[in-house]
C-alpha cells in the first residue's frame, strides 16, 4: 500500500507561482514513475507533467502543451517527494491536482496509475 500525501494549493492570482508536492509513504519514490494530473469542475482528469524513470536516478520529464514553459517537476528521493513548481499560473489552471505513481511509463495519453493521492486544490483568480 502506497500513501500520497499532496501540499501546497490554494488561491492565488492570476501571474501568481504555487509549489505543490507530494510526499509518499510505503514506497520509495525513486523506482517509480511519477506524475502529476489535475480534474477541473466538470471535466475529465488530465495529464500535467510525468517522471519517468529511466534506470537508476536517471529520468526523463515531460509536460502537457499547456502547461510547459510554466511549469516544473522534479524529485527529492533523499526525502521521497515530487513536486510541481507552477509559475505564470493562469484561470485555466484552476483545478484539484493530483499526485501519481505507475508501475510503468506515465503518457501524456497512456498511462495506469497504481496510486493517486487525494488531490489539493488551486485555484487561480483573476
Known amino acids: 500500500q502506497v500513501d500520497l500525501v499532496e501540499s501546497g494549493g490554494g488561491l492565488v492570482q492570476a501571474g501568481g507561482s504555487l509549489s505543490l508536492s507530494c510526499t509518499a509513504s510505503?514506497?520509495?519514490?525513486?523506482?517509480?514513475?511519477m506524475g502529476w494530473f489535475r480534474q477541473a469542475p466538470g471535466k475529465e482528469r488530465e495529464f500535467v507533467a510525468s517522471?519517468?524513470?529511466?534506470?537508476?536516478?536517471?529520468?526523463?520529464?515531460s509536460y502537457a502543451d499547456v502547461v510547459k514553459g510554466r511549469f516544473t517537476i522534479a524529485r527529492n528521493n533523499a526525502k521521497n517527494t515530487l513536486s510541481l513548481e507552477m509559475n505564470s499560473l493562469q484561470r485555466e489552471d484552476t483545478a484539484v491536482y493530483y499526485c501519481?505513481?505507475?508501475?510503468?511509463?506515465?503518457?501524456?495519453?497512456?498511462?495506469?496509475?497504481?496510486?493517486w493521492g487525494q488531490g489539493t486544490q488551486v485555484t487561480v483568480s483573476s
Open positions: 501519481a505513481v505507475s508501475s510503468s511509463r506515465i503518457g501524456e495519453t497512456s498511462y495506469e496509475v497504481d496510486y
Open positions: 517522471s519517468n524513470r529511466i534506470g537508476g536516478n536517471v529520468y526523463s520529464v
Open positions: 510505503g514506497r520509495t519514490l525513486s523506482r517509480e514513475n
